[in-house]
């Protein structure tokens, strides 16, 4: 059994100014996304300001469509008793589904004012995402947010307010998995020219797939609980069509021709 580390959530505290270590994430995240946006950014013939307007479009699908997927998909009861809670994003609660959808529609209108192929900006926006994901997910466990279920494994440990039982550290699961594994799978995997379309589907499917199997030590959130057979979890239901659409999306994408766009400019990768 591990000690959960004492990690203070405040990060920066300036007199009544506090900044949380959950929010740097976001920083993090939007910033590794940028420099590595502009780093391929000649592959959609888009230029370094083009990235920012990108980045500034996902912003306001992540912020947006994740605190709403929240209220949708974890908090109806709080949002008909209070529907101003709607917009108390520092009380925390932001879905990754709904950010996920925030962003499609993010880029399906970044997408039509370029001028581009939703799919070809989709391939390009995915290995962006994977270093944010695992920031979050270090958000997380800072904050003591996602328990996992109590275990005997060494690397278990204790979560401030849950007990002395030694549970999962399913944040850093999440961590490896969405964020450093997805990352370098994607990262690769986008190195070369693909047909359009399976970068995007190798996404749904790969963090579907290890979402799905970390809710199985991961708790389900107190309020709903598990929602059938004694261990489907919310996650697992929302996660389950990530992983059929990615599968049909990669299916998809053998029918499609190789994007030569990206064959054509000449690479600044070594």
């Known amino acids: 059994m591990m000690d959960y580390p004492q990690i203070d959530s405040v990060a920066i505290a300036i007199g009544p100014l506090q900044i949380h270590w959950y929010g740097l994430m976001y920083v993090v995240g939007f910033v590794a996304a940028w420099l590595l946006g502009r780093y391929r950014a000649h592959r959609l013939g888009l230029s370094h300001d083009d990235i920012g307007d990108l980045l500034f479009y996902a912003a306001i699908g992540v912020v947006a469509g994740g605190r709403l997927g929240y209220v949708l998909f974890y908090g109806m009861d709080q949002f008909f008793a209070n529907p101003l809670w709607l917009f108390s ?11 996920l959808i925030g962003v499609l529609l993010a880029a399906l209108l970044f997408a039509r004012k370029k001028r581009l192929a939703f799919f070809q900006l989709t ?14 997910r270090i958000g997380n466990f800072i904050n003591h ?24 550290p399913s944040a850093l699961y999440e961590f490896v998995l969405e964020g450093v594994v ?49 261990w489907v979890t919310m996650g697992m239901l929302l996660t389950l069509p990530m992983i059929i659409g990615g599968v049909a999306l990669i299916v998809w994408s053998r029918q499609q021709v190789q994007d030569t766009k990206a064959a054509l400019t000449p690479s600044r990768e070594t």
């Open 89 to 99: 994003i520092w009380d925390g609660g932001m879905s990754f589904h709904g950010g």
């Open 123 to 136: 391939d390009f926006i995915a290995p962006l995402v994977p270093i944010g994901l695992g920031a979050g």
């Open 145 to 168: 947010e996602l328990p996992g279920r109590v275990s005997e494994l060494p690397w278990a440990m204790p979560f401030p307010h849950m007990g002395p039982e030694p549970r999962h």
């Open 182 to 230: 997805l990352f370098v799978v994607l990262w690769w995997l986008s190195s070369q020219p693909r047909r359009r379309g399976l970068i995007s589907g190798m996404f749904l499917l790969l963090y579907g797939v290890f979402r799905f199997a970390v809710e199985f030590v991961r708790l389900p959130d107190p309020h709903i609980g598990f929602i059938a057979f004694g």
